[in-house]
């Protein structure tokens, strides 16, 4: 197992500079990037989300090629392995030209060169490894074991337009739950300046929204800003059940395609997304209100003039995730929200570009409108299905925790991709609901007795994240191989 590096890419340097005191004080950092965008080896993720597309049989590619052009068939991915050693235990290919069976070990790098980086060339517990999986397509390393192969993921990837990184969930798959004992880093802190502590959570912070901005500033490279920005936002809104159906159907309705129908007709918006996403309702039910079999009905109206031109492109249903939802996230009700961002009068991109960056107070409210006050079909307004009565009160298409990770994940991040100044919005980010990591990461490093307003700002939830995926993620219980409390000592030692 290894880790990579990143360095601070110069355009966004400036606009989060608490995050190079993050990065400063890691050598080697961990889960990032080494080159820039302009360097030609670029990959804004880390070894942990390839791992997932190489356990995953729904992302990793079916068609796979060893560094010398020959196919190799992954009967079985491997065993997971959370100890020291390669990343995945007794994996089975069938490799070509002569259909050889082998078992054995893989380890996963984004660089071939990370094989020699990281010592593996003599630590006998990497003698068995069969395959290495790299990101980039590079010179297979000499000291590779004399049988294993090399397979490079970034051409099968890339040629699959309806994947991204962005979808996955890195903590949905195995890591080593961290030790109910206080952890080192935690000792690192006990006593510290409360000053300190914060400034740490605030650098690690920024670095989180500078790696968002980075991996923005790439996709704007390659699809323009319009169409990433409502890419983006798309995906937010398939929360964590229908994230990848909402991103695919934002790449088959593509931002041109909708505003060039629909431009300032939501409900034209809506009957389209909801017609490509399969899930207009047939026809309306015995058992529905008045209202609501008049609104289906005029949806289809709708549908049926654009139908003929989208037939062949409707997502599949087993793309959605319907049961075990909260009623308030169900697609139907999200895809309407989307309607209203997306299909204005006035361009979503044009509008958020335009607000002053440099008034919070201003621009935060300004932002949650551009979100929130749409003309969004007002049906949902008062429901949660096509069957249910409404409700006496109004129901938000996008709830209060919804609109605030979209302003955070998202809206800061993209502007400073777009170049936009957003160093004065940093220090007053709306908070996100507390989740099971942020506690975690918080108990870790502060202690169970902590004062949990050190962290509620949102930049310092944040930080709790990204030292979560950067060291709790990939260490687990195993902190004695843990990089971050010796950088911490060098830090705590600071004042901010």
Known sequence: MGRNSRNMNHKFSAQFAGAA????????PPSGVRETADSGRFFPYSERHLQCVWADERYRPEVLKTSTGDA?????????NLEAGPDFRDAVLILAPDQRRVQGDIEVHIHPRDWNHHGHADNPAYRN???????????????????????????????????SFDCLDLTAYPYASVSRKRPPC????????PDIQGAILDAAGEERLRIKALRMSESIRKQGPEQVLYEEVMTALGYKHNRSAFRNLAGTVTHEALTETCAGKPRDAYALLMGVAGLLPSAPQPHWDEEATRFVRTLWNRWWRMQDAWSSRILAADQWTRSGLRPQNHPARRLAAAAGIFAGKRSFHEALTSLNTSAPERWFPAAAGLVTDTPAPVFWDQRLSWGRSPVKSTIALIGDSRLNAIIINILVPFLAATGHDITALLAHLPTESSNALTRQTAHALLGRDHNPALH?????????????????LVHGADCRNCPFPEALEGFAGKRP
Do not use: N
């Open 129 to 163: 490894v069969i395959a290495h999986v790299t990101w980039f397509p590079e010179r297979r390393p000499a000291s590779l074991p004399s049988k294993a192969v090399q397979i490079a993921l970034r051409d099968p990837i890339s040629a699959v337009p309806t994947f």
């Open 21 to 28: 005191r993050y990065t400063d004080m890691l050598e080697p």
């Open 456 to 472: 509620r700002t949102g930049l310092r939830r944040q930080g709790l994240l990204q030292v979560f995926h950067d060291f709790c």
């Open 186 to 193: 935690g000792r690192v802190l006990t006593g510290r300046d």
């Open 72 to 80: 190799a068939l992954v009967v079985s991915p491997g065993r997971w």
